[in-house]
């Protein structure tokens, strides 16, 4: 039986980490499991519902309510939040201004994690997001992490929302991304960190074909390995 792995790609804000993420589960036909853009549904939730993210009743409650699954459209994963196509709503800038104090709510977490779990314990699965490979799946066969200059990240983010006609300043995006490393990487509930066995990927200077390429051949090693360790 062909032997299929769980992979993590962390790291910071607008690195590619989705890019490589997604590019990695169609090379290998596995499950890509965006755990940003769930933790932008909720956010997306709490902004519309008007809800004091200080009120743990409310966020509970709230919690109970929400029902977040995505779905292939045009070969696009897409978000949907309570049946409700948000794919778009979600990546807009009022979200990711508020979306890193919204993932710092235990709570929040705990629910999440619990989904994300299920949703890659069958492996063959590539997990995009902060804690995958310290929290979600701490047993994680290959963990990736993510990094890029800020200039470069910034103006990949600046042109993503560009094409889709969502005009921001290079400085706004810039301070966003800043501000969320910070509150993502000194929040008390599981950190963006390192993992110990994590290896690092600055993708400042190569294209995502090259960094597909050096992952794929990653991943390969990481199977080979895998499949001869002894019971
Ligand atoms: O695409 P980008 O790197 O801008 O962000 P994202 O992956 O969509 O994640 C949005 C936000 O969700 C992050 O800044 C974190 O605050 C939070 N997040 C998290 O806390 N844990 C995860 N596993 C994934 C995202």
Same mark, same amino acid.
């Given at each position: 039986?062909?032997?299929?792995?769980?992979?993590?790609?962390?790291?910071?804000?607008?690195?590619?980490?989705?890019?490589?993420?997604?590019?990695?589960?169609?090379?290998?036909?596995?499950?890509?499991?965006?755990?940003?853009?769930?933790?932008?549904?909720?956010?997306?939730?709490?902004?519309?519902?008007?809800?004091?993210?200080?009120?743990?009743?409310?966020?509970?409650?709230?919690?109970?309510?929400?029902?977040?699954?995505?779905?292939?459209?045009?070969?696009?994963?897409?978000?949907?939040?309570?049946?409700?196509?948000?794919?778009?709503?979600?990546?807009?800038?009022?979200?990711?201004?508020?979306?890193?104090?919204? +993932?710092?709510?235990?709570?929040?977490?705990? +629910?999440?994690?619990?989904?994300?779990?299920?949703?890659?314990?069958?492996?063959?699965?590539?997990?995009?997001?902060?804690?995958?490979?310290?929290?979600?799946?701490?047993?994680?066969?290959?963990?990736?992490?993510?990094?890029?200059?800020?200039?470069?990240?910034?103006?990949?983010?600046?042109?993503?929302?560009?094409?889709?006609?969502?005009?921001?300043?290079?400085?706004?995006?810039?301070?966003?991304?800043?501000?969320?490393?910070?509150?993502?990487?000194?929040?008390?509930?599981?950190?963006?960190?390192? +993992?110990?066995?994590?290896?690092?990927?600055?993708?400042?200077?190569?294209?995502?074909?090259?960094?597909?390429?050096?992952?794929? +051949?990653?991943?390969?090693?990481?199977?080979?390995?895998?499949?001869?360790?002894?019971?």
């Amino acid at each position: 039986m062909e032997t299929k792995i769980v992979i993590a790609v962390d790291g910071y804000a607008s690195c590619g980490k989705s890019t490589l993420a997604k590019a990695l589960a169609a090379a290998l036909n596995y499950i890509y499991i965006d755990t940003g853009a769930m933790y932008r549904a909720v956010t997306l939730y709490c902004i519309e519902n008007e809800l004091d993210i200080d009120d743990k009743e409310a966020i509970d409650a709230a919690l109970q309510q929400i029902k977040i699954h995505f779905e292939k459209i045009h070969q696009k994963n897409t978000t949907f939040l309570n049946d409700r196509n948000v794919e778009e709503e979600i990546r807009k800038m009022y979200i990711n201004e508020r979306v890193s104090e919204v +993932a710092a709510i235990s709570a929040v977490r705990r +629910a999440m994690v619990e989904q994300q779990r299920k949703m890659g314990k069958q492996k063959g699965v590539v997990l995009d997001g902060r804690d995958i490979g310290t929290v979600v799946f701490p047993g994680a066969e290959l963990k990736l992490f993510m990094t890029a200059a800020i200039n470069v990240r910034t103006q990949r983010r600046v042109d993503e929302l560009g094409a889709k006609g969502l005009v921001v300043s290079d400085e706004e995006v810039r301070e966003n991304l800043i501000h969320r490393d910070h509150i993502d990487s000194t929040r008390a509930d599981s950190p963006l960190k390192l +993992a110990d066995d994590a290896i690092v990927i600055d993708n400042s200077n190569i294209n995502p074909n090259e960094q597909l390429a050096m992952c794929l +051949a990653l991943t390969t090693q990481r199977i080979s390995t895998f499949m001869n360790k002894p019971e």
